[in-house]
T-cell receptor, first 112, second 117 residues
Framework: KQEVTQIPAALSVPEGENLVLNCSFT??????LQWFRQDPGKGLTSLLLIQSSQREQTSGRLNASLDKSSGRSTLYIAASQPGDSATYLCAVNPDSNYQLIWGAGTKLIIKP | GAVVSQHPSWVICKSGTSVKIECRSLDFQATTMFWYRQFPKQSLMLMAT?????????EQGVEKDKFLINHASLTLSTLTVTSAHPEDSSFYIC?????????????FGPGTRLTVT
């Protein structure tokens, strides 16, 4: 059974720092992996999607990597800003016709 | 990216009444949509998978007669909370899966906050 874990559960850093959020999964047989952010009381925004054949994806200050063999993905945020404060969720898609398996999220606070 | 809308964004209703929430994929067709609920400071909980033209698949513990799902077209799925009670108060979020090009990326709506008084 696929399980997704995110560490740390919460993180607080000063503005301007680079940071890494971690996501691990127990079964390396995945179709793709997505990173989302959720602001309080809001829906989810898709940040990056990495297909199983890919090693990384980049969007602006965000870079997500995927290492299937070790069951790990990281989300790297460069030059953090207060507006990056949110809960970041990673989700694994085990199969194209399956629902996402979710991590519990990392609550990120960027201090001005 | 693709856009998913939800309507209404918030609703207050009296106990015993029914509430319908709409989820629309605005710029892509979605054969599969998902309905989640989220309690304060908790993770998303998948309620059901909605497939266009067929019956929804409900997760264990979710009452299908209470949470009616209709996915009548490739761009619209509805969730009806029947005979709502205060414990049904929650944040309901839908998502739609874009299968074009094989990405199977999921896009989420902004959510609907339901308060039952």
């Amino acid at each position: 059974k696929q399980e997704v874990t995110q560490i740390p559960a919460a993180l607080s850093v000063p503005e301007g720092e680079n940071l890494v959020l971690n996501c691990s999964f127990t079964d390396s047989a995945i179709y793709n992996l997505q990173w989302f952010r959720q602001d309080p009381g809001k829906g989810l925004t898709s940040l990056l999607l990495i297909q199983s054949s890919q090693r990384e994806q980049t969007s602006g200050r965000l870079n997500a990597s995927l290492d299937k063999s070790s069951g790990r993905s990281t989300l790297y945020i460069a030059a953090s800003q207060p507006g990056d404060s949110a809960t970041y969720l990673c989700a694994v898609n085990p199969d194209s016709n399956y629902q996402l398996i979710w991590g519990a999220g990392t609550k990120l606070i960027i201090k001005p | 990216g693709a856009v998913v809308s939800q309507h209404p964004s918030w609703v207050i209703c009296k106990s015993g009444t029914s509430v319908k929430i709409e989820c629309r994929s605005l710029d892509f067709q979605a054969t599969t949509m998902f309905w989640y609920r989220q309690f304060p400071k908790q993770s998303l909980m998948l309620m059901a998978t909605s497939n266009e033209g067929s019956k929804a698949t409900y997760e264990q513990g979710v009452e299908k007669d209470k949470f009616l799902i209709n996915h009548a077209s490739l761009t619209l799925s509805t969730l009806t909370v029947t005979s709502a009670h205060p414990e049904d108060s929650s944040f309901y979020i839908c998502s739609a899966r874009d299968t074009q090009g094989g990405s199977y990326e999921q896009y989420f709506g902004p959510g609907t906050r339901l308060t039952v008084t």
